[in-house]
Structures are given as C-alpha cells and as structure tokens.
C-alpha cells in the first residue's frame, strides 16, 4: 500500500493507544524513497572508492578529494561541503575524534590508525548519508574490539526494525550491547531523519528504553550512525573549528552509518 494513505489510516489507531506518533512530514513515498536508494547507490561508491585508496602516508585531504571527485564523476553533489559552514566534502574521524573531523594536509594516516569517512550525497534533491570505519596496517586488539562491537551493534538495531516498532528499542539494543562489551555511547549525537534534506526529525538516540518513544511506520526513512568510545562516553567539541567532537579521555572512539527506510515488512538499508 501506498505509504501515505497507510499512515491515514494507521495513525489514528497507535494514536487512540496513546504512543507517540510521526508527523505525516516524515512520511515518504516510494518515488521519493527511490531517489533516496539511488543518491545512496553513489555514496556507496564513493565509500568503495576510499577503501581502495586509503593508506598509510595519505593525508585526509587526499580522502577528500577523492570523496570529491567520485562524487561529481557519478553525477551527485557532496551534502558536507558548504553545509552550515563546514569547509570539506566529508568527515574524516581518526582515533580520539568521535565526529566531524575536518579532511586536512597535515593529519597523515599512520599505522596503527582507525578512521571513519563519513560521506553524504545528494542526488536530483535527494540525501543520502553513510558512514565506514577503515584501519591503516595493524591496528591493536582494543581497536579491533570496538570496531567490531559498533558494528554488531548497529547490525543489532536494523535486527528489530519493522512497521510500529519504537525508536526507544533502536537505542536500548545500541546502548545494550555497548555496555556488555564495556564501551560506552556517546549521547550527544544521534541519528536522524533524512532525504530531502540532510538532517530531518526525528533524532535518533543511540540509547533508549525499549517499547518507548516514536512509533517507527513504513515511508519513514532515517540514519542510524552510533559513536562508541572505549572509554568514557564524555566528548568535547574543538573551540578552534566548532566542528570536531573528541573524546574527553583520549579513549578511542568507532562509529559506522546506515540510511534506512522502514518497510511494509521491515527495512530496507538505502546506504551503507
Ligand atoms: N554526515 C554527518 C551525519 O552523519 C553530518 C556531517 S555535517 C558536516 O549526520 F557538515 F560536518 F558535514
Ligand atoms: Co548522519
Ligand atoms: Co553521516
């Protein structure tokens, strides 16, 4: 069924229940979700392109360009640059820095080293935003740790998504095997909704109580994008660019993004 004349008539019945439901603003159709699909297609690349190249020795700002140049070679625009005044076309996260690290000359990727890209591209109007985790030659066995437990914990998350579930459950199944693990998530960033524009409600926190919160319905399309730390969850932004957010410890700190969209029967992953 179309997704707007479902949430006609789905609405009304979660609502009599008393749960929190979606404005019809995030609700989107099928064409618009295709668009979405197809902006996520080329993000996609473009993160295959920087798995290719990435190495010891390289600069930020060679990902940069070529996030860049892949981006514009595939016929999208990247989202970042330019976006409320951040200066490069993705962020580059090395290590201590939770997000929005800014592409530079003079950070150079060294053994030992995990990074996120985290890259966003707009096609005919529509957003896609997707985020990998990369190592540079051995990484230490902490390192592998987190990368791996932020991935499963993401991976847990899309594992419960499906028509009328509940953000609160996103969370508590992050935040759930985060702790299990003994890591921590970060609070202050979430994900969020997307596709029109870069960032939409609703927010999507990384921890939660399950059976809480909005109530997720088929059209709605969003990211989830948590930020683990190996230490304490407590960050800090950099005063010099007001961008980049590091860990307050020094601990390390992985985060891996998906654009979603949920389902008549579940999910569908529109970039990763
Ligand atoms: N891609 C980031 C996100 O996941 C946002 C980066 S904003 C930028 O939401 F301006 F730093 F690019
Ligand atoms: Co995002
Ligand atoms: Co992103």
Redesign the pocket.
Known sequence: MDYLANYDEMAPKYKKLGMLIPKKEMIKTKEQIEGIRLAGIINNKVLDEVAKYIRAGMSTLEIDNIVYNKTIELGGIP???G????P?S??TSINDVV??G?PSETVILKPGDIINV???TILNGYYA???RMFTIGDISDEAKKLIRVTKESLDLALGILKPYCRLGDIGYQIEHHVKQNGFSVVHE?G??G?GLE??EDPYVAHFGKRDTGLVLFPGMVF?I?PMINTKSRKVFLDASNN?TIYTMDGGLSAQV?HTVCITEDGYQILAD
């Open positions: 989202a970042c640059l976006y409320e005044g951040f490069k993705c962020c997000c929005h800014i985290d890259c966003t935003d997707a985020s960033i994900g969020h997307v870069f960032h990211t994008e961008w993004e």
